[in-house]
């Protein structure tokens, strides 16, 4: 076991799996000679050189789309996008495309691709760098999506997402890129996509959560009423979601409050509670609450405090649904 932060857990990821299977590539902007705006990928051009870790032009959807033809034709690639903001020219590639081969040809093709996106808000960040454009991957049917909360998660889950045969959004939330240190296994290991994890068992309300919100709503849980007791979610899979765990959770507590960064309207909170509701509804003492960010552009740096959630917010929701009658 080695400390490690997020950004250590991915790049050791990343080498073990460079080193396990030759077909895995490594493709993006600065992610060579540089490694990396925020050095996730140091080290590894140095290790790997060029016809492994390729530097591209400043062309999102071209790296989407050479990743798909790459991953077609007996590659891994894990391609990277420098911020969340620009994943969105990607979208055509990877609805389009990446999402659709293996119905498109009947299962004699998949897409087994990674892409890399630092992801979320919290770092000061001018336009289309603190964005939150999870529920854009979610919505397309083909694609897998992830998101780590801690450095252990980020590995077991890239390693996974590197073996999977099907394409797998892996989204980084860069405020908790180098914030977390925790004890890493320094052998490879997975954690299966799909299967949320229970962070912290309690009786009387669960809050579901994933990525840098999960370090909030434990904050949270710091914070409420001693006679509060709080069953803490980290969902780390975002597709497939575990709707069952949440359910158990739900049945036992009756109360649920669902927590993410990106916008209210359509966020995938809503999709959390359409679920609670559809399996849990009798089990409600009441209504589920979310907590997210508002239905603005993320605001600069000067107001962008205003705009995540943060735990007072948390613990409000918290208080509301534990004080309905």
């Known amino acids: 076991m080695t400390i490690m932060n997020m950004v250590q857990a991915i790049n050791s990821a990343l080498q073990q799996e460079m080193q396990h299977d030759k077909t895995v590539l490594l493709l993006g902007e600065d992610v060579g000679r540089n490694g990396g705006v925020f050095r996730v990928t140091e ?37 990277e996008i420098q911020f969340d903001g620009f994943s969105i020219p990607t979208l055509d590639q990877l609805i389009n495309h990446a999402g659709r081969i293996r119905t498109r040809s009947r299962g004699r093709f998949n897409v087994p691709m990674v892409l890399r996106v630092p992801y979320g808000g919290g770092i000061r960040a001018l336009e289309h760098h603190s964005d939150s454009p999870e529920t854009y991957f979610i919505h397309a049917p083909g694609l897998k999506v992830v998101c780590p909360a801690t450095p252990y998660d980020a590995k ?9 045969p099907d394409p797998v959004i892996f989204l980084e939330p860069k405020r908790i890129y180098r914030a977390i240190k925790e004890e890493v296994p320094d052998e490879a290991y ?40 709080v ?60 907590v997210t960010g508002f239905d603005t552009i993320v605001p600069l740096p000067k107001m962008e405090k205003y705009y995540f959630p943060d735990a007072a917010r948390v613990v409000k929701a918290i208080d509301s649904v534990m004080e309905f009658e």
């Open 43 to 79: 080290g590894l051009w140095q290790k790997f050189g060029d016809e492994r870790v390729i530097d591209t032009p400043l062309a999102e959807s071209a790296i989407a789309g050479v990743s798909i033809g790459l991953a077609v034709n007996g590659f891994k690639p894990v391609a």
């Open 231 to 290: 069953e803490l979610i980290n969902l780390r899979s975002l597709k497939p979601f575990d709707a069952e765990a949440i359910a158990e959770s739900v049945k036992k507590t009756g109360r649920v409050v669902v927590v993410n960064e990106a916008p209210k309207m359509m966020g995938f909170a809503a999709e959390i509670i359409a679920t609670i509701n559809e399996k849990t509804f009798l089990y409600l003492r009441a209504p589920p609450v979310r």
């Open 190 to 229: 997975e954690i299966k996509i799909g299967e949320a994890q229970v962070v912290q068992e309690g009786t009387d309300v669960t809050v579901v959560s994933y990525g840098a919100m999960l370090r909030v709503c434990k904050e949270a849980a710091e914070k409420v009423a001693d006679n509060t007791s």
């Open 156 to 164: 077991g889950l890239l390693i996974s997402a590197i073996r999977d």
